[in-house]
Protein backbone atom coordinates (compact mmCIF):
# COMPACT_ATOMS: atom_id res chain seq x y z
CA UNK A 1 0.00 0.00 0.00
CA UNK A 2 0.70 3.96 -0.08
CA UNK A 3 3.26 5.28 2.69
CA UNK A 4 5.29 7.70 3.51
CA UNK A 5 7.82 8.17 6.47
CA UNK A 6 9.56 11.79 7.68
CA UNK A 7 12.17 10.41 9.63
CA UNK A 8 12.65 13.22 12.13
CA UNK A 9 9.77 13.78 14.65
CA UNK A 10 12.09 16.57 15.47
CA UNK A 11 14.53 19.16 13.75
CA UNK A 12 16.18 21.89 15.96
CA UNK A 13 18.43 24.29 13.58
CA UNK A 14 20.07 27.99 14.52
CA UNK A 15 18.34 30.48 12.26
CA UNK A 16 20.36 31.17 9.06
CA UNK A 17 21.58 27.77 8.84
CA UNK A 18 19.68 25.35 5.93
CA UNK A 19 16.90 23.18 6.02
CA UNK A 20 16.20 19.55 5.11
CA UNK A 21 13.51 18.05 6.21
CA UNK A 22 13.25 14.36 5.07
CA UNK A 23 10.57 12.28 3.38
CA UNK A 24 10.50 9.16 1.67
CA UNK A 25 7.24 7.09 0.19
CA UNK A 26 6.01 3.40 -1.17
CA UNK A 27 3.54 3.86 -3.88
CA UNK A 28 2.42 1.19 -6.78
CA UNK A 29 1.25 4.22 -8.65
CA UNK A 30 3.57 7.31 -9.59
CA UNK A 31 1.91 9.55 -6.92
CA UNK A 32 1.72 13.60 -6.10
CA UNK A 33 3.53 14.51 -3.08
CA UNK A 34 2.65 17.22 -1.15
CA UNK A 35 4.75 19.02 1.68
CA UNK A 36 2.06 21.18 3.97
CA UNK A 37 3.30 23.50 7.03
CA UNK A 38 1.29 23.48 10.24
CA UNK A 39 1.55 26.50 12.48
CA UNK A 40 0.98 26.88 16.16
CA UNK A 41 -3.13 26.73 16.01
CA UNK A 42 -3.72 27.28 12.45
CA UNK A 43 -4.88 25.17 10.02
CA UNK A 44 -2.40 23.39 7.70
CA UNK A 45 -1.38 24.73 4.51
CA UNK A 46 0.07 23.60 1.28
CA UNK A 47 3.69 24.88 1.12
CA UNK A 48 4.97 22.70 -1.91
CA UNK A 49 3.32 20.31 -4.57
CA UNK A 50 5.12 17.92 -7.15
CA UNK A 51 3.51 18.86 -10.19
CA UNK A 52 4.13 21.99 -11.34
CA UNK A 53 4.47 21.96 -15.11
CA UNK A 54 8.20 20.92 -15.45
CA UNK A 55 9.36 23.61 -12.93
CA UNK A 56 11.27 23.20 -9.47
CA UNK A 57 8.53 23.62 -7.01
CA UNK A 58 9.27 26.25 -4.57
CA UNK A 59 7.36 28.71 -2.02
CA UNK A 60 8.56 31.11 0.51
CA UNK A 61 12.01 30.61 0.14
CA UNK A 62 11.44 26.40 0.30
CA UNK A 63 12.02 23.65 -2.53
CA UNK A 64 11.69 20.41 -3.17
CA UNK A 65 12.37 17.65 -5.53
CA UNK A 66 10.99 14.27 -6.84
CA UNK A 67 13.69 11.73 -7.09
CA UNK A 68 11.67 8.80 -8.54
CA UNK A 69 14.70 6.78 -8.33
CA UNK A 70 15.22 6.84 -4.58
CA UNK A 71 10.94 8.14 -3.87
CA UNK A 72 12.51 11.30 -2.31
CA UNK A 73 10.66 14.56 -1.97
CA UNK A 74 12.72 16.00 0.67
CA UNK A 75 12.01 19.80 1.66
CA UNK A 76 14.79 22.66 1.78
CA UNK A 77 15.78 25.82 2.33
CA UNK A 78 19.02 27.71 2.11
CA UNK A 79 18.53 30.28 5.48
CA UNK A 80 16.12 28.88 8.18
CA UNK A 81 14.06 31.82 9.58
CA UNK A 82 12.48 32.32 13.06
CA UNK A 83 9.24 32.13 11.30
CA UNK A 84 9.74 28.50 9.68
CA UNK A 85 9.26 27.06 13.26
CA UNK A 86 5.85 24.78 12.58
CA UNK A 87 5.21 21.36 11.98
CA UNK A 88 5.69 20.07 8.45
CA UNK A 89 4.21 16.82 7.07
CA UNK A 90 4.65 15.19 3.65
CA UNK A 91 1.62 13.82 1.61
CA UNK A 92 1.28 11.34 -0.76
CA UNK A 93 -1.65 11.04 -3.55
CA UNK A 94 -1.98 8.00 -5.54
CA UNK A 95 -2.67 9.36 -8.89
CA UNK A 96 -5.10 6.26 -9.44
CA UNK A 97 -7.32 7.65 -6.65
CA UNK A 98 -9.42 10.45 -8.23
CA UNK A 99 -10.53 11.37 -5.25
CA UNK A 100 -7.39 12.80 -3.65
CA UNK A 101 -6.83 10.42 -0.86
CA UNK A 102 -3.82 11.62 0.74
CA UNK A 103 -1.34 9.44 2.97
CA UNK A 104 0.51 11.79 5.62
CA UNK A 105 3.69 10.95 7.19
CA UNK A 106 3.79 11.43 10.89
CA UNK A 107 5.65 15.25 10.34
CA UNK A 108 8.22 16.58 11.46
CA UNK A 109 8.26 19.92 14.13
CA UNK A 110 10.96 22.45 13.00
CA UNK A 111 12.18 24.43 16.23
CA UNK A 112 14.18 27.46 14.92
CA UNK A 113 15.97 29.38 17.52
CA UNK A 114 17.96 32.80 17.46
CA UNK B 1 -11.75 32.69 0.72
CA UNK B 2 -10.23 29.78 1.19
CA UNK B 3 -10.86 29.22 4.68
CA UNK B 4 -12.56 25.97 6.09
CA UNK B 5 -13.79 26.67 9.76
CA UNK B 6 -14.40 24.10 12.31
CA UNK B 7 -16.38 24.54 15.43
CA UNK B 8 -16.13 23.54 18.00
CA UNK B 9 -12.03 24.16 18.59
CA UNK B 10 -11.67 22.29 21.81
CA UNK B 11 -14.64 19.60 22.65
CA UNK B 12 -14.70 17.88 26.07
CA UNK B 13 -16.70 14.48 26.04
CA UNK B 14 -17.59 11.86 28.88
CA UNK B 15 -16.86 8.61 27.39
CA UNK B 16 -20.21 6.79 26.95
CA UNK B 17 -21.25 10.38 25.54
CA UNK B 18 -22.30 11.25 22.00
CA UNK B 19 -20.02 13.65 19.95
CA UNK B 20 -21.04 15.79 17.03
CA UNK B 21 -18.30 18.04 15.17
CA UNK B 22 -19.07 20.74 12.64
CA UNK B 23 -16.80 21.70 9.31
CA UNK B 24 -17.95 24.53 7.13
CA UNK B 25 -16.38 25.86 3.19
CA UNK B 26 -17.74 28.30 1.20
CA UNK B 27 -15.11 27.08 -1.68
CA UNK B 28 -18.04 25.04 -3.18
CA UNK B 29 -15.68 22.03 -3.31
CA UNK B 30 -17.26 18.42 -3.58
CA UNK B 31 -14.70 16.52 -1.98
CA UNK B 32 -14.93 17.34 2.30
CA UNK B 33 -12.60 15.16 4.43
CA UNK B 34 -12.38 13.81 8.15
CA UNK B 35 -9.11 13.36 9.73
CA UNK B 36 -7.80 12.08 12.89
CA UNK B 37 -3.98 13.46 14.54
CA UNK B 38 -3.09 11.38 17.22
CA UNK B 39 0.46 12.64 18.66
CA UNK B 40 3.64 11.50 17.09
CA UNK B 41 1.52 9.96 14.60
CA UNK B 42 0.20 10.81 10.92
CA UNK B 43 -3.36 12.15 10.08
CA UNK B 44 -5.18 9.36 9.64
CA UNK B 45 -8.14 9.80 6.95
CA UNK B 46 -11.77 8.41 8.83
CA UNK B 47 -13.65 9.15 5.96
CA UNK B 48 -14.89 11.69 3.15
CA UNK B 49 -17.82 12.76 0.98
CA UNK B 50 -18.03 13.10 -2.75
CA UNK B 51 -20.71 15.37 -3.63
CA UNK B 52 -23.25 13.13 -1.36
CA UNK B 53 -21.58 10.09 -1.22
CA UNK B 54 -20.07 9.19 1.79
CA UNK B 55 -16.70 6.51 1.33
CA UNK B 56 -15.38 5.41 5.24
CA UNK B 57 -11.99 3.66 5.41
CA UNK B 58 -12.48 0.01 6.57
CA UNK B 59 -10.91 -0.10 9.98
CA UNK B 60 -12.88 2.55 11.05
CA UNK B 61 -16.24 1.70 9.35
CA UNK B 62 -18.08 1.14 11.72
CA UNK B 63 -16.89 3.62 14.82
CA UNK B 64 -17.96 6.91 12.88
CA UNK B 65 -20.73 8.86 11.21
CA UNK B 66 -21.14 11.49 9.29
CA UNK B 67 -23.50 13.72 7.09
CA UNK B 68 -23.75 16.26 5.02
CA UNK B 69 -26.97 18.16 4.90
CA UNK B 70 -25.63 20.27 2.18
CA UNK B 71 -21.95 21.33 -0.22
CA UNK B 72 -20.95 23.69 2.67
CA UNK B 73 -21.56 21.66 5.78
CA UNK B 74 -20.04 18.33 6.43
CA UNK B 75 -20.04 16.54 9.90
CA UNK B 76 -18.36 14.17 12.23
CA UNK B 77 -20.56 12.01 14.61
CA UNK B 78 -19.18 9.69 17.37
CA UNK B 79 -22.31 7.63 18.95
CA UNK B 80 -20.25 6.85 22.37
CA UNK B 81 -17.41 8.45 23.05
CA UNK B 82 -14.39 6.13 24.20
CA UNK B 83 -11.07 7.44 25.95
CA UNK B 84 -8.66 6.04 22.59
CA UNK B 85 -11.06 9.12 20.62
CA UNK B 86 -9.22 11.81 22.36
CA UNK B 87 -7.27 13.53 19.55
CA UNK B 88 -7.47 16.28 17.33
CA UNK B 89 -9.54 16.00 14.37
CA UNK B 90 -9.24 18.08 11.11
CA UNK B 91 -11.63 18.36 8.16
CA UNK B 92 -10.35 19.66 4.98
CA UNK B 93 -12.16 19.73 1.26
CA UNK B 94 -10.75 19.92 -2.34
CA UNK B 95 -11.90 20.27 -6.22
CA UNK B 96 -9.13 18.91 -7.31
CA UNK B 97 -5.76 16.86 -6.13
CA UNK B 98 -5.25 19.93 -3.34
CA UNK B 99 -6.76 19.34 0.02
CA UNK B 100 -7.73 22.91 2.41
CA UNK B 101 -7.98 21.80 5.76
CA UNK B 102 -9.34 23.31 8.76
CA UNK B 103 -7.66 23.86 12.13
CA UNK B 104 -9.09 21.15 14.00
CA UNK B 105 -11.03 19.94 16.80
CA UNK B 106 -9.15 19.04 19.84
CA UNK B 107 -11.56 16.39 21.43
CA UNK B 108 -10.59 15.36 24.94
CA UNK B 109 -12.38 12.01 26.26
CA UNK B 110 -12.73 11.73 30.23
Known amino acids: GDSVTQTEGLVTLTEGLPVMLNCTYQSTYSPFLFWYVQHLNEAPKLLLKSFTDNKRPEHQGFHATLHKSSSSFHLQKSSAQLSDSALYYCALSDRGSALGRLHFGAGTQLIVIP | DTTVKQNPRYKLARVGKPVNLICSQT?????MYWYQKKPNQAPKLLLFYYDKILNREADTFEKFQSSRPNNSFCSLYIGSAGLEYSAMYLC?????????FGPGTRLTVL
Open chain 2, 27 to 31: MNHDT
Open chain 2, 92 to 100: ASSRALEQY
